[in-house]
């Protein structure tokens, strides 16, 4: 069995990690760059990760 999961980044709201099994969209940006959104396991709010 796999643990270990990549990182999608922090929450901004608790700074927990957010593993790929969270990501709920992923988009591209007006500016070509990729963005997502995904669910903090913690808080339970639906945020865009910071590295």
Partial sequence: ????????GRCPACGK???EAWLLVEYEKNDSTQGI????PVCEDVVAPEQ
């Fill in 37 to 40: 959104w995904a669910e903090c």
């Fill in 1 to 8: 069995m796999n643990t270990d999961d990549s990182s999608l």
């Fill in 17 to 19: 990690q957010i593993s």
